[in-house]
């Protein structure tokens, strides 16, 4: 198989960040939950305070207040890093619990105005703040009102009746506040969205701009530039990376006589066709590259001698001996392999191709279908029959 490691550095990295929005949306609905807890802890413990300045009942004063007051303290130190379930559970202690205890303190009292504001004014715009949803939003207003409601009817409702309208005009803004809110977080999500879509088309483009500059259009192999990179990064490390590889260049043979008497589209299935040859010989991890033309290079990592590489070269020739075939017409074909391994004087992927280059014009100057390996300055005759 041919590699598959990019050649260069053009590759976008998209981040997940819907999730990382949502994410970041929920950090925030805790920590405002946090602080509601702390901020409803503390009005407790001012009702303690309140009660005990007008002399109430030991069991109205500390016996209510501080056990509400150590509920809110729990939550505000949890919510942060609560599960769902918790934060569940401490909406409904928002909602339920400060009217109760007001509503209890309404019946010992008859303040009835002044014990509206702390839950039923006050609580409302708490709950606002903490973003609690719509549905639950709405029923904690109704749940209100109609202990509000309660309240008033047992005392003087004349005296009360303009403390329950202001609770229904609160909480008519309140509900189109939150409203407005949720509106605005829907646009925000779906220009969120957009962005994202923006950023998959974007990197999509460049992957297949990434294609066109590393890959070769006609073969589907690699191109110049990927070689060039490749063979970069194994001369960043010579004696580790480079050591073991060899370059094959290939030039096919008869190859203009195919154009000029078969036509180009028999030299275009030609070419098609080696590659596809030269993909089924190579290892993963190897790299095979058409440079231009007629002229192949296959990128061998991990021959560690010159008996291993004649046995790549061998087969590369046997491939190419084999005949093909166009519109029932075999194809004239054969090749000059020049062989490069990595020596030390070889500092550029220039130099490297250079060497591979000048042995395949020895291959061929020598009576082509034949490699020279240009270390070794040695040639291996491979007659073919040609038709």
């Known amino acids: 198989m041919q590699s598959s490691e990019p050649a260069t550095e053009l590759s976008v990295s998209l981040l997940p960040e819907l999730g990382l929005q949502r994410h970041s949306e929920l950090q925030d609905r805790r920590r405002q939950q946090s602080h509601l807890a702390l901020v409803l802890g503390s009005l407790s413990l001012l009702g303690c305070a309140l009660l005990a300045l007008v002399a ?23 919510l942060r890093h609560a599960s769902p379930a918790l934060a569940v559970l401490f909406n409904y202690c928002a909602t339920l619990l400060p009217p109760v205890l007001v509503g209890v303190w309404a019946l010992n009292f008859s303040s009835v105005p002044s014990v509206l504001v702390l839950p039923f004014l006050l609580q409302p715009v708490l709950l606002l703040l903490a973003c609690l ?165 296959i990128l061998v990592r991990g021959l560690t001698g010159p008996e291993q590489i004649r046995v790549v070269a061998d087969k590369i020739l046997a491939r190419l001996a084999e005949p093909v075939w166009y519109q029932e017409q075999r194809l004239p074909l054969g090749g000059s392999v020049g062989i490069a391994p990595w020596l030390p004087e070889l500092r550029s992927p220039a130099s490297w191709l250079q060497a591979a280059d000048d042995a395949m014009y020895q291959a061929k100057s020598g009576g082509r279908n034949r490699y020279v390996i240009a270390d070794l300055v040695q040639a291996k005759n491979t007659p073919q029959e040609q038709q």
Not at 56 to 78: E, I, K, N, Q, T
């Open 56 to 78: 109430a009942p030991a069991w109205l004063s500390f016996g209510l207040p501080l056990p509400l007051a150590a509920v809110f303290v729990f939550f505000a130190h949890r």
């Open 133 to 297: 949803p719509l549905r639950a939003y709405v029923l904690a207003i109704l749940y209100n009102f109609a202990l509000a409601s309660l309240v008033v009817l047992t005392a003087d409702v004349l005296a009360s009746v303009g403390a329950l309208l202001v609770l229904l005009l609160i909480s008519a803004l309140g509900v189109y506040k939150l409203l407005r809110a949720l509106h605005s977080q829907r646009r925000l999500r779906a220009m969120r969205q957009r962005v994202a879509e923006n950023t998959e088309k974007m990197a999509e483009r460049n992957q297949k701009m990434r294609k066109l500059a590393l890959e070769d259009p006609l073969t589907g192999l690699a191109n110049r530039l990927c070689l060039i990179n490749q063979l970069r990064r194994l001369l960043k490390n010579p004696h580790t990376e480079a050591i073991h590889s060899v370059v094959f260049l290939i030039d096919l043979d008869f190859f203009k006589t195919v154009n000029d008497e078969y036509g180009h589209a028999a030299g275009d299935a030609l070419l098609i066709e080696i590659a596809q040859r030269f993909k089924a010989l190579v290892r993963r991890g190897d790299l095979v590259c058409r440079l231009g033309g007629d002229e192949f290079v």
